[in-house]
């Protein structure tokens, strides 16, 4: 089974600090890990992936095996940061679940003046 | 292109009842991928939908089921209504061969009283 678990419901920082959202997740293949993220009155949106390592926003996330984590990280916080952020994770392909994309609970970042 | 677009966009049903819910994916996209997303919780997967075809499911009773049609929409059914199906359904598109790279509807939200 897969599970991924955001341990932070809730997360505030000042604007210009670090922030890093954690995800660890669970799955005993090799996965592909997203994060999502869902701005007030919006809807949810893909912001990352583990696969292109891309920065997005100024947002970066690097895939741990050996710790089965996938945290958001971002060197200077915005006000326009704040936002739902939503870990997940989807088997490779081959796997037999290839297709179910599997959610974190979420973390509710707020990024202070 | 709008987007993933649903409807309705909110629902008031009786204990008991059925409801359909419906999506129309991103100009496209083949694969049409539901979650039920209950307050202060991550989107749950209940099933996908490829060439008409349920190609993956959660775990969600049988009383959940859905349809695409060959233009690539789909619709959600939930039978025998229950207070706990209360929720906002989503729905989500993607490619075929990128499951994990999902463009969300806004949602329907359900009210079972």
């Known amino acids: 089974a897969q599970r991924v678990t955001q341990p932070e419901k809730l997360l505030s920082v000042f604007k210009g600090a670090p922030v890093e959202l954690k995800c660890n997740y669970s799955?005993?293949?090799?996965?592909?890990l997203f994060w999502y993220v869902q701005y007030s009155r919006q809807r949810l949106q893909l912001l990352l992936r583990?696969?292109s390592r891309e920065s997005i926003k100024g947002f970066t996330a690097d895939l741990n095996k050996g710790e089965t984590s996938f945290h958001l990280k971002k060197p200077f916080a915005q006000e326009e940061d704040s936002a739902m952020y939503y870990c997940a994770l989807i088997p490779g392909a081959g796997g037999t679940s290839y297709g179910k994309l599997t959610f974190g609970q979420g973390t509710i970042l707020t990024v202070h003046p | 292109d709008a987007g993933v677009t649903q409807s309705p966009t909110h629902l008031i049903k009786t204990r008991g009842q059925q409801v359909t819910l419906r999506c129309s994916p991103k100009?496209?996209?083949?694969?049409v991928s539901w979650y039920q997303q209950a307050l202060g919780q991550g989107p749950q997967f209940i099933f996908q939908y490829y060439e008409e075809e349920e190609r993956q499911r959660g775990n969600f009773p049988d009383r959940f089921s859905g349809h695409q049609f060959p233009n690539y929409s789909s619709e959600l059914n939930v039978n025998a209504l229950l207070l706990g199906d209360s929720a906002l359904y989503l729905c989500?598109?993607?490619?075929?061969?990128?499951?994990?790279?999902?463009?969300f509807g806004p949602g329907t939200r359900l009210t079972v009283t």
């Open positions: 989500a598109s993607s490619l075929r061969d990128l499951p994990g790279e999902q463009y």
């Open positions: 100009s496209g996209h083949d694969t």
């Open positions: 799955y005993s293949g090799s996965p592909e």
């Open positions: 583990h696969i």
